[in-house]
């Protein structure tokens, strides 16, 4: 079946600009993550959905970061009024259900460009 | 708090040595433990993972990892490095206390020299 998919896989926006990224996680899993990877270092947890329920968002660099999963299945990421420090790749995961153990199912990415 | 160590940003190996790469985790909790790859303009891929059975874990692609707790370790190795083991390697631990959010060491970069 289809993975993780992420659109669109680029963006490049000018500052002050308002982004949507989108995320499709696997069919049928609860679990979703919004994580953010910063050129040459590892991935950091933003936010996580269970559902359509947002249940962590400390990850969230500013008020500008927003995040929704309205019908508990795709996912979008929103920064408002982009700054060049937002530069980074947008990972998002899903998971089949909340145990720790579970996998987490990575997409490829969507790789911001904050000019 | 929760954090994950890798030691060594980059590690160059030749094609049929061992690749050894280190990771060390700081966790108020047994851990759940991860190496993910990542391979350029993907996402991540499990190799394998730690869920407090065995200690030795086998994964993807002849890797396996062995949880020593009285080191708070999870080293990741290979016996004999293929071409294709070129990538970034990801260590992390699932932070069980809130849903099961995933900390990540900053990466270890594999070259594999022929």
């Known amino acids: 079946g289809a993975g993780v998919s992420q659109s669109p896989r680029y963006k490049v926006a000018k500052r002050g600009q308002d982004v949507a990224l989108r995320c499709d996680p696997i069919?049928?899993?609860?679990?979703l993550f919004w994580y953010q990877q910063a050129l040459g270092q590892g991935p950091e947890f933003l936010t996580y959905?269970?559902?359509?329920?947002?249940?962590?968002k400390s990850g969230l660099p500013s008020d500008r970061f927003f995040a929704e999963r309205p019908e508990g299945s795709v996912s979008t990421l929103k920064i408002q009024r982009t700054q060049q420090e937002d530069s980074a790749v947008y990972l998002c995961?899903?998971?089949?259900?909340?145990?720790?153990?579970?996998?987490?199912?990575f997409g490829p990415g969507t790789r911001l460009t904050v000019l | 708090a929760q954090s994950v160590t890798q030691l060594g940003s980059h590690v160059s190996v030749s094609e049929g040595a061992l690749v050894l790469l280190r990771c060390n985790y700081s966790s108020s909790v047994p851990p759940y433990l991860f190496w993910y790859v990542q391979y350029p303009n993907q996402g991540l891929q499990l190799l394998l993972k730690?869920?407090?059975?065995?200690?030795l874990v086998k994964g993807i692609n002849g890797f396996e990892a062995e949880f020593k707790k009285s080191e708070t370790s999870f080293h990741l190795t290979k016996p004999s490095a293929h071409m294709s083991d070129a990538a970034e390697y990801f260590c992390?631990?699932?932070?069980?206390?809130?849903?099961?959010?995933?900390?990540f060491g900053g990466g270890t970069r594999v070259l594999v020299k022929p």
């Open positions: 730690y869920t407090s059975a065995a200690t």
């Open positions: 992390a631990v699932s932070d069980r206390a809130a849903g099961n959010k995933l900390t």
């Open positions: 069919s049928g899993h609860v679990s």
């Open positions: 959905f269970q559902n359509e329920a947002q249940l962590d």
């Open positions: 995961a899903s998971s089949l259900d909340v145990s720790s153990y579970n996998e987490q199912f």
